[in-house]
């Protein structure tokens, strides 16, 4: 029989005991949620012939403009041939410019054009909007505890991504190309 997961005492006042139903239903929940966060920008995305990973690209160049290749590599988690594929095409469409380094010209730091920003807009407000609905619906209390269970299973280093992205600091890791 498997052991209940423990989750640490907060603040010494309960300790949180999960069956493996329970955690079944949890990762079942996360499925459809991530199902129901994607759809919106899917459907975008579907009219212009991208993809999720486009999706991402745009996303996390918006957040930290003038990130390297390297970062977003380090951010996406995915190989460079995978993104290079994903950042020829953003480029080639006039969404995402490439240009080089001002202290080492191998770096290239990529930022979104107008239409780029546009698009990325687009794609963040259906998401935005449907998050909006979901943490009216469940108050900040839940809200709160979503987001130390999202952070929580994050490995270390992404959470270190995480916060430095969230504090506005953009690049999440240096290094070159």
């Known amino acids: 029989m498997a052991q209940p997961d423990r989750a640490p005492p907060n603040g010494g006042e309960t300790l949180l005991f999960l069956t493996d139903e ?7 929940a996360m499925f459809f949620a991530y199902r129901g966060f994607t759809a919106d920008p899917d459907r975008i995305l579907a009219e212009l012939c991208y993809g999720r990973a486009h999706h991402r690209a745009l996303h996390f160049i918006n ?12 951010i996406l988690g ?33 930022h979104l054009t107008e239409e780029g920003r546009a698009l990325e807009q687009r794609l963040s407000d259906a998401q935005r909007a449907r998050m909006r609905k979901a943490y009216r619906q469940a108050g900040p209390e839940a809200v709160a505890g979503f987001r130390k269970v999202l952070e ?7 959470r270190r991504q995480y916060h430095a992205l969230r504090d506005g600091r953009g690049q999440a890791s240096g290094g070159r190309e």
């Open 22 to 28: 329970q955690l079944r239903q949890g990762i079942e």
């Open 63 to 74: 957040c930290a403009p003038g990130t390297t290749v390297n970062n977003l590599l380090s």
């Open 78 to 110: 995915v190989t460079k041939q995978s993104l290079n594929r994903v950042l020829r095409t953003l480029i080639a469409d006039g969404l995402v410019e490439s240009r080089v380094g001002r202290s080492d010209r191998r770096e290239r730091h990529l």
């Open 152 to 158: 929580s299973m994050m490995d270390s280093e992404q």
